[in-house]
């Protein structure tokens, strides 16, 4: 699907169309073209109507690429993510091609984008967006992007939370995937934001002469946003990397704790079961005091001494 928007003459509309010569920043127009999974036939709108380079094309076409930011003769090519509209679990994200000229924004994208979809919502009602230039618009994108992140984080921290009680309430050996799930996907979100960071850090130090001083400033804010996600998710991986340590030590413990009661229990009646083997074999042995009824109660009697006598010992030396 292609979406276009033109302002021109103080006025934003949608078009069906591009009109070459819109590109030539003299003839007062500022332009956003949306590509939201573009077929081939879509793609020659990179190619053929505004000529980019076809490496930055073809990494625009491709399924994923990391975050980055490229010059290249007449615009800038950066490529950033943002939560995906439909995703299967925390923190899947999706790559937005930025192909950022001097009055014409262009963004590729493989399916929905929550970001873009409620700006291009706005964009017909609201002639601000298209009139303060492409910067500007390609500014909005990317803070909406980055604020995309908090909601998920702080849901993410809640599980975290729920998690790390289950481990100390009720430890289960099938929490370890659980955990280690988790720590792949704040694993995926580190690899996504660090190099988001720096990209995003570039545009804030007027690397490209594109960026004014003024969105130069602007884009300091989204950086200090993503920065508290980057610090965030390394927190978040070190505390599943405790909660996962945590876990194997209860379980073990608790492995220990059903061993030694074992242990103490087998201990315990090894005595009487030496007793009543001896006392068990066919031949004589000396009697106790009293007549044959009353042997069994002797042995018996001496069986459940052994046995106090054996706890009391384990409690006295705190094995038990």
């Not at 492995?255 to 009646?269: G, I, W």
Request: proline content about 6%; charged content about 25%; hydrophobic content about 45%.
């Amino acid at each position: 699907m292609v979406s276009i928007f033109v302002h021109r003459n103080g006025k934003t509309e949608q078009v069906t169309s591009i009109d070459r010569t819109w590109l030539n920043p003299a003839a007062g127009a500022v332009l956003w073209v949306d590509l939201d999974t573009p077929s081939i036939p879509e793609s020659l709108i990179l190619s053929d109507t505004f000529g980019f380079h076809p490496l930055s094309v073809e990494d625009a076409m491709s399924a994923r690429q990391y975050p980055k930011v490229e010059a290249y003769d007449g615009y800038l090519y950066v490529i950033l993510h943002g939560l995906a509209y439909e995703r299967r679990g925390p923190f899947s994200t999706q790559d937005v091609d930025f192909f950022l000229g001097p009055n014409y924004l262009v963004t590729v994208h493989g399916g929905k984008s929550p970001s873009i979809e409620d700006l291009r919502t706005q964009c017909p009602r609201n002639s601000k967006m298209l009139s303060e230039g492409s910067v500007a618009l390609f500014h909005r994108i990317v803070d909406s992007m980055v604020d995309h992140y908090r909601p998920e984080m702080d849901e993410f921290e809640d599980r975290l939370d729920a998690l790390e009680k289950q481990i100390f309430e009720r430890p289960e050996p099938k929490l370890v995937r659980q955990i280690l799930e988790e720590k792949r996907r704040v694993a995926g979100l580190r690899r996504i934001v660090t190099p988001q960071r720096d990209v995003v850090a570039r545009l804030a130090r007027r690397d490209f002469p594109d960026i004014s001083t003024e969105m130069a400033f602007q884009f300091r804010d989204v950086y200090d946003h993503i920065v508290r996600v980057a610090d965030d998710s390394l927190m978040f991986q070190d505390r599943i990397t405790g909660m996962l340590d945590a876990h194997l030590s209860n379980i073990s413990n608790r492995l220990n704790e059903v061993m030694k009661v074992l242990t103490v229990v087998a201990t315990v009646f090894m005595p009487p079961t030496l007793l009543a083997g001896i006392y068990g074999m066919n031949v004589r042995l000396p009697h106790f005091p009293g007549g044959e009824a009353a042997q069994f109660w002797w042995l018996a009697a001496i069986c459940v001494a052994m046995i106090a006598g054996m706890l009391a010992a384990f409690r006295y030396r705190r094995w038990i």
